[in-house]
């Protein structure tokens, strides 16, 4: 998930599109349409900023009425907020569960009532859903990993600035991590530190790893909530120089939000892994539709560039593509990435 503190420009619009736990009527609403209700998971950072703004763009585009919530990263207010949009007549959901076991309860009274969940960016730790939209995570560890064993040429120290654990993303994202480092670059020593996708949690904690091994060299952030707070102090340290200088530190980040990329443009952050906002909006809203159409869907190969997989038994995920961004476009390891200013990346046409 996508996790930088939201900066002047997007406040309008998280003003005007994190509604509240009332409920509320977005783009699409009016239309006549089928009515789905979309919960948003957070209205705090720049990535779901813009998967807010790209909801009522495809509601619109598919003929749906939409009624929305906010829940602010807190699961009982989801919790709340489902029972005011089956109150709305609704006929599916979307949703992004930020507590992925807390969820269950809810998954199951709404099945109860035959109103099929689309999850987004997450994916339940058990419960029915009709499809998860989101992208590889281990994936996202996985290809942090070798850009960062590559550019440290297999030994050195890194901090890698977790999620929340209780979130399958931070595991899924901290597992793959530790696991492509310890069997690819045994040599490089992991401080792993649980952030919780909180900026200030995370910066404290870099700060005592930056003091206690002045040589660490590579920070891997499991999003861009970390993004301000790294940057700050690279630049306080006298860190923050080209990456031919001896002193720099690597960093690589998870989102692909358009401060992103300008970073990696000025040679103040590496490279990101670029979950797309713009998809996850497009085809939760695809699937729900089509769910409560009665349409299904099996394991293989989509038109759209990515693969449904099967989980577990009756949990299928639609894996999107999400590419590593550097700031030349070479390849890690096997792991091929694209420039920064790759006119695909939805950072770079985010119009959300």
Known sequence: ??????????????????????????????????????????????FWNSYI????????????????????????????NVQTLVSQGVKGVVMAP?????????LQQLAGKKIPVVSVDTRPDAGEVSMVVRADNRAYGQKACKFLGTKLKGTGKVVMLQ???????GRDRTEAFNECMRAN???????????????????????????????????????????????????????LVPPDDPRHVFVVSNDGIPEEL??????????????PADLYAKWAL????????????????????????Q??????????????????GATFGDVPSLRYDDKSLWGNNNRG
């Open 311 to 328: 989980v577990r038994p009756g949990l299928l995920e639609d894996q999107l593509s999400a590419p590593l961004v550097t700031r030349d």
């Open 1 to 46: 998930m996508g996790l930088h503190r939201i900066g002047a420009s997007l406040l309008a619009l998280s003003a005007a599109a994190a509604l509240t736990a009332c409920g509320g009527e977005d783009g699409a609403a009016g239309s006549g349409g089928t009515v789905v209700g979309v919960d948003y998971p957070r209205s705090d950072t720049d």
């Open 163 to 169: 999620g929340d654990l209780s979130s399958i993303n």
């Open 262 to 275: 300008k970073s990696i443009a000025a040679g103040n952050i590496d490279a990101t892994v670029s979950q």
């Open 185 to 239: 670059f045994p040599n490089i020593k992991v401080f792993g530190e649980a952030a919780n996708w909180d900026a200030a949690t995370a910066s404290a904690k870099l700060q005592t790893d930056l003091t206690a091994h002045p040589d660490i060299r590579g920070v891997y952030m499991q999003s861009s909530f970390a993004l301000a707070g790294t940057l700050q102090l690279l630049r306080q340290r006298g860190l």
């Open 53 to 80: 703004g790209y909801v009522p763009r495809y509601g619109s585009e598919l003929g749906l009425e939409l009624k929305t919530t906010n829940s602010q990263n807190d699961v009982a207010t989801l919790t709340s």
């Open 98 to 106: 930020q507590d992925t076991a807390a969820i269950a309860p809810t």
């Open 286 to 309: 695809q699937y729900v539709k089509d769910a409560i159409a009665g349409k299904k869907y099996a394991p293989g190969k989509t038109d759209h560039d990515s693969t449904i997989v």
